[in-house]
């Protein structure tokens, strides 16, 4: 399996603590057949990405854990003024491997009423955007036709696999069922950021979705998309249109039956 999404370099973000909480982690990934993670420490208000920092933390455990375990970097990226104009004159510093997916995530509390329009001027750019988590946000969840919206417009979607064993709570898991029921899933990832509460681990999920979807769709989202994404290809997996009531509302409420479609 490929992990695109995971805090596993020391002292950078809220992610792993020390060296030997990385390298901990790197045998859990290990352990579960993961043979390739990249590591995306935040660029936010609260913590700088610097490139230079990152590639010397990613050499360090590299060289300590040789080639059982492949790391790549890219960045776990917030919409900012400054990074936004950054990225604009660097399209690869943020991205994935740097090649072309960017993760994208979103604070709790806001979406920019912009961002459509900033999401458009990174695929002018050549870029990828993948919407990293929106199971987890509640924005999201309460209004899933932003995110069909968004895919419509050509993003990509990454969903946590704790979501889907139930680690981020009821309402995180239903909507990740929702999602991969209705096809809007294309990266399964597991956003580790220590060795407990947040651990790197994607066996679990992975039995999940091949008990509901089938083991080939299980092997396209932790597999070979991810691999894609790694080496900036495009994804071989591409979810077949599914249409989805807005009224099936993963928060329990209430909802429209205006229906929304893939495409």
């Known amino acids: 399996m490929v992990d695109i999404h995971c805090h596993i370099l020391p002292g950078l973000d809220d992610g792993s603590e020390s060296l030997e909480m990385s390298l901990e982690m790197a045998e859990s990934a290990i352990s579960e057949g993961i043979t390739h993670v990249i590591a995306t420490p935040h660029a936010n208000s609260h913590f700088s990405f610097i490139p230079n920092l990152v590639r010397d933390r990613r050499d360090e455990i590299q060289d300590l854990v040789g080639n059982r375990l492949q790391i790549a970097t890219g960045c776990d ?3 900012n003024f400054e990074d936004i104009e950054i ?6 510093r943020f991205t994935l491997n740097q090649k072309v997916y960017l993760l994208v995530e979103f604070g709790d509390f806001s979406i920019p009423a912009s961002f459509d329009q900033a999401l458009h001027q990174l695929q002018l750019q050549g870029l990828r955007p993948i919407i990293t988590h929106p199971e987890r946000n509640p924005l999201i969840r309460a209004k899933f036709e932003r995110l069909w919206g968004w895919m419509h417009q050509g993003c990509f979607v990454q969903v946590t696999a704790q979501s889907f064993t139930g680690g ?6 239903e909507a990740a069922n929702t ?11 597991s956003d580790a950021h220590n060795t407990t509460t947040r651990p790197l681990s994607l066996k679990g999920a992975f039995a999940v979705v091949a008990s ?3 083991a080939e769709i299980a092997r396209a989202l932790f597999q070979e998309n991810p691999l894609a994404a790694l080496e900036g290809q495009p ?11 807005a009224n099936r509302n993963p928060s329990g409420t209430s909802r429209t039956k205006k229906r929304f479609w893939f495409f």
């Open 77 to 79: 990226f917030h919409f």
């Open 87 to 92: 990225l604009r004159r660097d399209t690869s």
């Open 168 to 173: 981020f709570g009821q309402r995180a898991q």
């Open 179 to 189: 999602l991969l029921d209705a096809g809007a899933i294309h990266f399964i990832a």
């Open 212 to 214: 509901r979807k089938g």
């Open 235 to 245: 994804l071989p997996y591409l979810p077949e249109p599914a249409e989805l009531s």
